[in-house]
């Protein structure tokens, strides 16, 4: 079993529809949270991070983290064609290491 | 300001060869994380570089591979006797490193195919 479990996808969703992304893990002393979007033949991109559990909104996103499921979340609202990419989720500060573990990524497709 | 950026962009050889890649942080930047990230594959740590503290080398695959950090700026990551199964992308990210969470900036990678 990996340290993280994301569903690679792909997952294709109307604009304007609401976007569930999820990941699990297995290490209980992660601390940070953190959601990567990676475009198509680009490096990733910090999306939005979160400290322990909680909810976490920025504009159109939402972060959250259920420590006690060991389950992260990110929504998208009204999601446009320009929201199409990998996201990768990322864990962090386990044992005080700097050191990320990512997931696989989700690719995302919005379709018009 | 420039951010990472790494060279060269795309990389062809053939097995066996030996291949170096570099990577420019950002300036101030003192931590320094190489990956690799391979067809459908999430981003598989290789070495991380803080200060002029000695590296964490535990993400290294192999003793192909060895990656140095010169001045605290510049890294190179250098593959000997590349394998196929070396064919990635290779992603640098530098951060200000003062906390783990930090935010780490990536470059656009490196694309290496090995024939």
């Known amino acids: 079993q990996k340290e993280v479990e994301q569903d690679p996808g792909p997952l294709s969703v109307p604009e304007g529809a609401i976007v569930s992304l999820n990941c699990t893990y297995s290490?209980?002393?992660?601390?940070?949270f953190m959601w990567y979007r990676q475009y198509s033949r680009k490096g990733p991109e910090l999306l939005m991070y979160?400290?322990?559990?909680g909810n976490k909104e920025d504009g159109r996103f939402t972060a959250q983290v259920d420590k006690s499921s060991k389950y992260i979340s990110l929504f998208i609202r009204d999601s446009q064609p320009s929201d199409s990419a990998t996201y990768l989720c990322?864990?962090?500060?386990?044992?005080?290491?700097?050191?990320?573990?990512f997931g696989r990524g989700t690719s995302l497709i919005v379709h018009p | 300001g420039a951010g990472v950026s790494q060279s060269p962009s795309n990389k062809v050889t053939e097995k066996g060869k030996d291949v170096e890649l570099r990577c420019d942080p950002i300036?101030?930047?003192?931590?320094l994380y190489w990956y690799r990230q391979s067809l459908g594959q999430g981003l598989e740590f290789l070495i991380y570089?803080?200060?002029?503290?000695?590296?964490?080398k535990s993400g290294l695959p192999s003793d192909r591979f060895s990656a140095e950090r010169t001045g605290g700026s510049v890294s190179t990551l250098t593959i000997q006797r590349t394998q196929q199964e070396d064919s990635a992308v290779y992603l640098c990210?530098?951060?200000?490193?003062?906390?783990?969470?930090?935010?780490?900036?990536f470059g656009p990678g490196t694309r290496l195919t090995v024939l």
């Open positions: 979160t400290y322990s559990s």
């Open positions: 990322a864990m962090s500060g386990a044992g005080g290491s700097y050191i990320p573990t």
């Open positions: 300036s101030g930047h003192t931590a």
């Open positions: 990210a530098s951060s200000l490193g003062r906390v783990a969470a930090d935010t780490q900036y």
């Open positions: 290490n209980s002393a992660f601390q940070y």
């Open positions: 570089f803080q200060g002029n503290s000695a590296p964490d």
